[in-house]
């Protein structure tokens, strides 16, 4: 039995096509010809996908992205060169040609300019989007109309070279793979792949210094919280290594079982024999350590997906392997001994993150993801068709995501199948089922035509564990919109493909016609197509990845306030000049972050102007300095008086207005010029960038824009961000500023409880501007506990002493009301505010009573008896004070706060010390 399922194995080593041929073997890869190098230099294209890309940020930034589309392109101009060199050379058919044209057809649908009448046929939502972009100003100004179906073109472009990326990367690994020995190679740099990055990951999570590869300061991730490896995120490096398990766990078992045919030999300690068992003994024990550390690898990441699409991944693996006889007690035993012995490693490590990865397993939530995928359903159902755009998920879905206090931007979906769905609609995503449905087909046809025990079956069983995690995973996330992961499993899909074909041709009697002949001028004709779709690309890809420098020094120093991660040249500079860096006034300080922030992004918008992104940025920044520069000059007037004054100033002509501005404002001007520049550029771009319609409605009046052009404008930025609060702000004061009291009051009820700083805003308006303002804000929006301390310090700053009384009286109820219920964690805090906000008034006794109950809340706390302790002290009461603060002393030794009371309190005398008691009152 051993004898002829070893025979069977040797036979599947080759195939026939539909003539009954053994098809075109390609040459060894040590064979120095033209096609072998060529052949080379197609492995070079895959290894810079399948093991170049995920350390290069998972390719979530430019640089991954550029390398796929890099390793793409040179990948399939090499099979074109091998095609061209190679006598008598063959192509494989796949029968998936036209899935694969309707992949990067659906984004050229997207980016076609259509008739209006077509347009709003195939999308009728686009009109009641866009109302500016219809009118006769909008229309005049933006050049006319919206005419595509994606509403974010340049980024659809991008995911356009993406996805011709990936249909090149599973057309050339079709091709190369003519053999089972090149189906498992391919496997093996997968596995390969995930095991690297797994002790890479391991290293960098364990020996962490919150810089990736221990250099890199990204300004949006950290390596402390959970391994990454190269990936930005946590869950796309736990899905690499879910997709790595099959690859590894096949060639253990391979592995296994030349051990096993070794040592059922009569070997001697002599001789080849000798080494080839101490080769395959060192084999085995290299692979179980790969998948130790991948395992591991899973378990350190913390993602939860990443657990269930390994569970599933190793369920399908092992079942498949025991269907297909291909696993035996001994080595699932040794299996299961590498995955406990990552358990292990992980606990040595870290208990507790096993810990909280235990408890998040246990205790299961949605983490947020259940309203974005309410939103992404809501697209869907206005965009039922093509969808918004490959790419548009980051702008379109805040039209639909009602979130207060969140500022966080969600560029994806939360799950590849609902992002597709909303950003390509049903064509798209018919085409991704699709392409799911073959790719089940290859794996369940292969493995039922295959033999048991033999290479083609491990593989297949391999490809289909490591697909089904996949396809799992991408339910709660966007493994798939991640090209370090996709790469992966576009390569195992093409192995599927090949695998089923090749053990097709092998139980076929007749033969199957797989291949066919390549004439030469055909194989010209590839190439040359090639390198025009490759000139094409780097059209795209060179801009975009010159700018990312810059754009990431801009977002980190954008971040900063947020991350806690400034720009490395402010660090560097403080650390070397710690004297003149406290020389130095905080208003400087923001003055130069502000210019370095502004040149990052100009230089950025320079390199690469079909951003939007950029755009929009560098527009504000202009608009920033404007006003800045402007309230210095010496005729300081606002951009809102000037742009009245402009436009009912009677002037004849733009002209005629242009050349008063640029007399009146010589200097500055030129700043808002550049402003409103940039924000048209922006929107012309991507009508969905609601912050440049937010600036247009100031600057609009400097590029000829009607008077009502500044409503419409901030109407365009509610239709595309309906819940964001600066934008609600923004129309409430145009309302507020006219008089319209119902309109004010609808818009500003809205942004009050959304954000914090617009929240400010409207109290620091409603303070000014009315008599009233602390009834006005209760009546009109029940401001909660941060609010009414906001509106005290704000009544406070204008020098109102009795609508800050008023406020404080508010604030006080609330925070003991609150700091009496039993569930509240944070009553000592509470009762902490109140007493402060009762010493504003002047309220001793209710200040005692507070900061008494927060010593019952916590008579450990050191706030607490430091703060009762100095109140009692204040009020004569030297000996009950003396007691707290003794107290204090004790817990704090060295603290010179602490001491300088308790002397002041033991040198009083007793005289004074009665007679302040008797007052109660503060001495």
Known sequence: MPGSTRHRHRQHRSSRDGRGRTQQS????????????WLRSIDAGLLIAVLAVPFAFGGRQSIGETLLVLGAFWAALSLACWLLVTPEARWVRTRVGLILLAIP??????????????LHS???????????????????????????????????????????????????AAQRIRQINDATRLLRWIGLGGAVMAVFGLAQYVFSNDRFFWVFDHPQGSTLDAAKGGFLNKNHFGQFMALSIGPLVAWLTLSLDELRECQSQKFRRVGSNYDSRIHATLQVGLFMGCL??????????????????????????????????????????????????????????????????????????????????????KVFNEFPILGTGVGSHR???????????????????????????????????????????????????????????????????????????????????????????????????????????????????????????????????VACGVIALGGWMATIWGPRLSAEPYWWQYRRLALADQTG???????????????????????????????RKLVAIREAARRNPADARFHVRLGIHYASLFHTLQAQSDNALPLGQIRDAALNGGFESQQEMREWLETAFPQNLPYADAAAAHCLQAVRQNPLEGYGYLYLAELGFLLGAPQEFDQQCIAQALEVRPYNAQFLFAAGREAFLQGDVEGWHSYWKKAFHRNEFVQTQIIAQLVEYTETPVDLVVQAFEPDIDALERLALAAQQTQRIEERDKALDLLSAQLVERAQEPQNRDRVDDWLKAAAAFSQLQNSEQVTYCLLEAEKASPS????????????????????????LEWCQRFQPDNPRVQKLLAAVQRRPRGIRQAGAQSGSPQ
């Open 122 to 172: 195939v999308s009728p939502a686009i009109s009641d989007l866009l109302p500016l972009r219809n009118s006769d100003a909008g229309s005049e100004l933006f050049g006319g109309p919206w005419a595509h179906l994606s509403l974010t073109a340049y980024e659809t472009r991008v995911g356009l070279t993406l996805g011709i990326s990936y249909v090149l990367l599973f057309l050339v």
């Open 861 to 884: 706390n050191f706030v607490v008896r430091l703060e009762l302790g100095k109140w009692l002290a204040a009020l004569g009461h030297s000996a009950e004070a003396a007691e707290h």
């Open 395 to 525: 702008y379109v879905t805040p039209r639909y995501l009602d979130l207060p206090f969140m500022e966080k931007e969600y560029a994806h979906a939360e799950s590849s199948y609902l992002q597709i769905l909303t950003e390509t609609g049903l064509v798209g995503f018919s085409v991704a089922v699709l392409c799911i449905l073959v790719c089940v087909w290859w794996c369940v046809r292969g493995l039922r035509l295959s033999d048991v025990r033999t290479t083609p079956a491990i593989a297949l069983c391999a490809v289909t564990a490591s697909l089904a995690g996949s396809f799992v995973h991408a339910v709660s996330d966007v493994v798939w919109h991640v090209p370090g992961c996709m790469a992966a499993t576009v390569l195992l899909a093409a192995c599927a493909c090949r695998l089923y074909q090749l053990q097709r041709d092998q139980n076929s009697v007749d033969g199957s016609r797989t291949t066919h002949r390549v004439p030469r001028i055909v194989a010209f004709g």
């Open 105 to 118: 057809a659906v984004g050229l649908l997207q980016l076609l300019t259509l008739p209006q009448s077509l």
């Open 292 to 377: 130790a550390f991948v395992m591991v690898g899973v378990l350190a990441s913390r993602s939860r997906g990443a657990v269930v699409a390994a569970a599933v991944a190793c369920a399908a693996l092992f079942f498949l392997l025991y269907r297909k006889q291909a696993i035996t007690a001994r080595q699932f035993g040794v299996l299961s001994a590498a995955g406990l012995t990552s358990c292990l490693i992980l606990s040595l490590l870290n208990t507790h993150q096993l810990t909280r990865l235990v408890d998040r397993l246990d205790f299961w939530s949605d983490n947020g993801r259940l309203p974005i995928w309410e939103a992404n359903l």
């Open 565 to 595: 991660k400034g720009d490395p040249a402010e660090d560097a500079s403080t650390v070397n000049a710690n004297a003149e860096a406290a020389q130095v006034s905080e208003v400087e300080h923001e003055a130069s972050r502000f210019k």
């Open 26 to 37: 390609l040459p060894a890869a040590n064979a120095v010809t033209p096609e072998s190098l």
